[in-house]
Every structure is written in C-alpha cells, then in structure tokens.
C-alpha cells in the first residue's frame, strides 16, 4: 500500500530536549515536504526536499532541521524545541515539486513542548 | 508565489450542492489549482485538481474560468461526511518546490 508514515504520532516533551520526528515513504518520491498547522493558520511549509541531499526553507523555518540522505526517508529534526513549537506536523511526498504532482500526507505528528 | 483567498467557514445542509471559491490573482501561466480535503486530525488529501476550464471526477467539479484567477470546487448532495476543510492550492515547479497552502474553508453539513 502506498503511504507515507510518520513516528512518533503523539509525543510530549520537554523545552530544549532535542527531538527526531520520522517520515518515510514508499512511492519512490523525489519530492517531500514538512508542514506544521496550528489553529486558525492553516498549513504552513516548515522545510521540503525536492531529492537526496537537497533539502530549502519553506514558510517557517526557524527551529528546525532537516536532512534527506536516503530518498524514502526525511527526518524532522528539533535541536532544541520551545513551547511555540507545539503543533501538529504532516510530512508530504509527491512525485516531482510541481504541483500538478498530488501531494500524499502522513496521518499527523501531535507534538506538546512544555 | 500566488496566494490563495477562500472563505472561512461555510454552512450547508445534506443533499445540497455546495460551491467553495478560491481567488488566486497572482496565478502564474504554468500552475496549477488543486483543492485539498482534510478531516480533523488527519491529513490533507487530494480531491481535485485542473489547470483551465472544467474538470470533473467521481467526488467533485472544479470550475476555472478563463483568466483563471479564480477557481470554484463544486460537490454535490453533500452529505454530512463532506465535513471537513477544504484547501486550495496554487504554484508552479517554478517555485523550486515552495507551496503555500492557505488558511482553508471549513465546511459545516447539518442534517
């Protein structure tokens, strides 16, 4: 079945804890993506990757990390997360950045920084 | 990049169509209009999408007219499942891969 999974699903932590969200996909996509949505803000694109070892800034950068060292794979990566930080976050992967490429996303990572 | 302007929040009841428009001034030659479906806690997912004119699938219309500034996703007899936000999303791979979604409608069906 094509997907894109993310780990953890739900996970709490604590200001300055360094954290690693996972994402992976199986459609061979070269194109991933990083969102986080926050109430009343709709999706906002925190870094996105359009193949291996290229990797930019979306809207929303500040405070994260990225890195696409293997094609299935595209690690959300949190130094040092601060309560702001609390969101929930969706990896996405299409088949190239173009957006007539659909877009398939991950169920959802709920984060709680406090 | 183009940015995208819907409205809020919309009310319908079950079996009425519902028609969500979506402007988009900025839209450049090569994008595209894709309109996104989400329910809460869960991801975006595809539903639509079109370039100009009319496109139809087994779940919805998208209506584009031909200055293509706007854009209007159409799902009829909407049933109280059709709950949920709906997105519009507009660039191009000229962008390098930047997409910017907006801030979404929220759709209410009542029975």
């Known amino acids: 079945e094509a997907q894109v999974t993310q780990n953890p699903r739900y996970l709490i932590t604590v200001t300055g804890k360094k954290l690693t969200v996972t994402c992976s996909q199986n459609?061979?996509?070269?194109?991933m993506s990083w969102y986080r949505q926050d109430p009343g803000l709709g999706l906002r694109q925190i870094y996105y990757?359009?193949?291996?070892?290229?990797?930019d800034k979306g809207d929303v950068p500040e405070g994260y990390k990225v890195s696409r060292k293997e094609k299935r794979n595209f690690p959300l990566i949190l130094e040092s997360p601060s309560p702001n930080q609390t969101s929930l976050y969706f990896c996405?992967?299409?088949?190239?950045?173009?957006?007539?490429?659909?877009?398939?996303f991950g169920p959802g990572t709920r984060l709680l920084v406090l | 990049l183009a940015k995208t302007t819907q409205p809020i929040s919309m009310d319908s009841y079950e079996g009425q169509e519902v028609n969500i428009t979506c402007s988009h001034n900025n839209i450049a030659t090569n994008d595209y209009i894709t309109w996104y479906q989400q329910f809460p806690s869960q991801g975006p997912r595809f539903i639509i999408q079109g370039y100009k004119t009319k496109v139809t699938n087994e779940v919805a219309s998208l209506f584009i007219p031909a200055d293509r500034k706007s854009s209007t996703l159409s799902l009829p007899r909407v049933s109280l499942s059709d709950t949920a936000v709906y997105y519009c999303?507009?660039?191009?791979?000229?962008?390098?891969?930047?997409?910017?979604f907006g801030q979404g409608t929220e759709l209410s069906v009542k029975p």
């Open positions: 990757s359009m193949n291996v070892e290229v990797t």
């Open positions: 996405a992967s299409s088949g190239s950045s173009g957006t007539e490429e659909t877009q398939y």
């Open positions: 459609m061979n996509h070269e194109y």
């Open positions: 999303l507009v660039g191009g791979d000229n962008q390098g891969g930047k997409l910017i």
